[in-house]
């Protein structure tokens, strides 16, 4: 059974860095893209960041571009997201996702129904 586990969360003033990390288990992860999504209160889930399954290439929503890196590390399963120059909009709850089946594409999946198994979430709050 997939199972995600994000951890690293918490609270930091906004310019502030903190790290994410995910721990995947269940099965070997090692040709799946994997992603960060956030949920912010009274908002919808949407698309933080994108790695593909050998850490090559990497996608991020725009409003982080700059600021986040995503990033993998196959032999211990796991994600992660560097957050840099943080504001008080990134607080939300984030999670990592990866799909249930391997994607072979070029395009990167950023769409929320494209993923099948979800962590838990680690809330990050950034205060002003």
């Known amino acids: 059974q997939v199972r995600l586990v994000e951890s690293g969360g918490g609270l930091v003033q906004a310019g502030g860095s903190l790290r994410l990390s995910c721990a995947a288990s269940g099965r070997t992860f090692d040709s799946y893209n994997m992603a960060w999504f956030r949920q912010a209160p009274g908002k919808e889930r949407e698309f933080v960041a994108v790695?593909?399954?050998?850490?090559?290439?990497?996608e991020y929503a725009d409003s982080v571009k700059g600021r986040f890196t995503i990033s993998r590390d196959n032999r211990k399963s796991a994600i992660y997201l560097q957050m840099s120059s943080l504001r008080p909009e990134d607080t939300a709850v984030y999670f990592c996702?990866?799909?249930?089946?391997?994607?072979?594409?070029?395009?990167?999946?950023?769409?929320?129904?494209?993923?099948?198994?979800w962590g838990q979430g680690t809330q990050v709050t950034v205060s002003s």
């Open positions: 996702a990866v799909p249930d089946e391997i994607v072979l594409s070029p395009r990167l999946p950023t769409g929320l129904d494209e993923y099948d198994y």
């Open positions: 790695v593909n399954w050998s850490g090559a290439r990497t």
